[in-house]
T-cell receptor, first 113, second 115 residues
Framework: GENVGLHLPTLSVQEGDNSIINCAYSNSASDYFIWYKQESGKGPQFIIDIRSNMDKRQGQRVTVLLNKTVKHLSLQIAATQPGDSAVYFC????????????FGDGTTLTVKP | SQTIHQWPATLVQPVGSPLSLECTVEGTSNPNLYWYRQAAGRGLQLLFYSVGIGQISSEVPQNLSASRPQDRQFILSSKKLLLSDSGFYLCAGRIFAGQPNEKLFFGSGTQLSVL
């Protein structure tokens, strides 16, 4: 089956620095991508999404970049805060596939004070 | 806004016992609903999805089943639990408000331990 993978399983940054979390996806037909944040023992929370007709989207302190040529997705977090410590997942969705999302294994972000 | 209510938060069950996890949806109608399982330190594996009442699709062969008796109710069941059924179970929903896709909204999850 199709797979969504992350380049690094863990990332440690200093408070105030910028963080970049990467994701590689395999299904070139996927047309919708989402980043989720999951804190321990909780369900994933939506952070930001991007459709395949875009290559960049910005939110509050977060930016998602999509490179369809190399099937790569990244999440940039500006001025990382201790509250950003969590596991981050990317998910890819094919709109013709009942809205089913395929998730990667996640990157654990640790913010050092 | 849409909300998924999922319970219980934690559950410890002996091997061979039955299972029933329920989730209900508030704030929307006709959502697509999904059951995911998450092993420790891993991503989410899709188990079942439903596009409407009584409509269930299974993604992986397993010891579990799902049902959708009402539009906003989604149930995950097993007649006899196995050790390998342990994990973190998440119910999720998605609505399509004129867009080809919308983000999933998740419940808070159930941590199931089969002993």
């Amino acid at each position: 089956g199709e797979n969504v993978g992350l380049h690094l399983p863990t990332l440690s940054v200093q408070e105030g620095d910028n963080s970049i979390i990467n994701c590689a996806y395999s299904n070139s037909a996927s047309d919708y991508f989402i980043w989720y944040k999951q804190e321990s023992g909780k369900g994933p929370q939506f952070i930001i999404d991007i459709r395949s007709n875009m290559d960049k989207r910005q939110g509050q302190r977060v930016t998602v970049l999509l490179n369809k040529t190399v099937k790569h997705l990244s999440l940039q977090i500006a001025a990382t805060q201790p509250g950003d410590s969590a596991v981050y997942f990317c998910a890819e969705t094919l709109s013709t596939n009942a809205g089913k999302s395929t998730f990667g294994d996640g990157t654990t972000l640790t913010v050092k004070p | 806004s849409q909300t998924i209510h999922q319970w219980p938060a934690t559950l410890v069950q002996p091997v061979g016992s039955p299972l029933s996890l329920e989730c209900t949806v508030e704030g929307t109608s006709n959502p697509n609903l999904y059951w995911y399982r998450q092993a420790a330190g891993r991503g989410l594996q899709l188990l079942f999805y439903s596009v409407g009442i009584g409509q269930i699709s299974s993604e992986v062969p397993q010891n579990l089943s799902a049902s959708r008796p009402q539009d906003r109710q989604f149930i995950l069941s097993s007649k006899k639990l196995l050790l390998s059924d342990s994990g973190f179970y998440l119910c999720a929903g998605r609505i399509f408000a004129g867009q080809p896709n919308e983000k999933l909204f998740f419940g808070s999850g159930t941590q199931l331990s089969v002993l």
